[in-house]
């Protein structure tokens, strides 16, 4: 990809990440909070000037970065990615998958088409991303994958009545735990981040009533910030979670424990 700041490739030494949905909301936090700790960062977006703005952002911050633009729930953008990413980084030490979706309704209201759409982005995604990064990490023996799942995985729709985004989202921590078994003996580490409600621009649509009702079940009395999650992505990308896999870390200011 042809881009007036693109970079040199990092120094062995140096950590890289690559954060899927990372133009905004939650991965433009994320991307900006590990850069932040001193680690390369490759911006994915479906929005090229989205992915460009984050990136100029963290470089003009002294970080590195680098933008990948494409649809992660396409395989063959996927691995035109990846093999983008190698081609000006050799290595790759964090993976987050954060590219995500919602539709609501219930059952007899999202149509198959909806159905689908939700689960490639939310879920194959994550597979396909893996996927492709997995024999680079294999190879080096060490590697941190941080997928993004959500309380709605535990409890479903609930009062959105998103059904189709729960299921895709405890698709998501299932499938964690299977990265996690096959990749510890290469040292790699995967664990999922459950998030609550969380302020963004793609639950801004909720109707106040609803968002009012959400609030309500959390303890802290309100919702989480996108700084919430980015921290418990920076700790599970760091060497203090090293003895931590599979697990799935609640950041839903005590939703869960209601």
């Known amino acids: 990809m042809a881009w007036e700041y693109r970079m040199s490739a990092v120094k062995p030494e140096m950590k890289t990440a690559l954060v899927t949905g990372g133009g905004q909301g939650i991965g433009r936090a994320i991307a900006l909070a590990l850069a932040h700790k001193g680690i390369a960062v490759a911006v994915n977006d479906l929005n090229e000037k989205h992915a460009k703005a984050v990136c100029e952002e963290i470089i003009a911050g002294g970080g590195q970065a680098i933008p990948l633009v494409g649809d992660v729930s396409s395989p063959e953008a996927v691995s035109a990615m990846a093999d983008d990413l190698f081609s000006q980084w050799m290595h790759l030490t964090v993976l987050v998958n954060n590219a995500g979706i919602v539709r609501t309704g219930t059952v007899l209201e999202i149509t198959p088409e ?4 939700v689960m490639a982005v939310n879920l194959r995604s994550m597979f396909l991303t893996a996927k492709a990064v997995l024999p680079q990490m294999q190879a080096a023996r060490y590697g941190k994958i941080v997928n993004m799942a959500s309380v709605a995985g535990f409890v479903g729709g609930g009062l959105l009545g ?5 299921a895709s989202k405890a698709g998501v921590i299932a499938f964690t735990k299977g990265l996690a078994r096959e990749g510890g003996a290469f040292g790699i580490r995967a664990n999922a981040i459950t998030p609550a409600l969380t302020d963004t621009d ?3 649509v909720i109707a106040d009533d609803k968002r009012a009702a959400l609030i309500n079940q ?3 009395g309100r919702a989480g910030k996108p700084a919430d999650i980015a921290n418990a992505v920076v700790f599970l990308a760091s060497e203090e979670s090293d003895f931590i896999t599979g697990d799935t870390l609640v950041v839903d200011g005590g939703f869960m424990r209601r």
């Open 218 to 220: 959390i303890p802290l």
């Open 114 to 117: 909806e159905w689908d759409l």
């Open 162 to 166: 998103n059904s189709c985004y729960a």
């Open 202 to 204: 793609m639950t801004s």
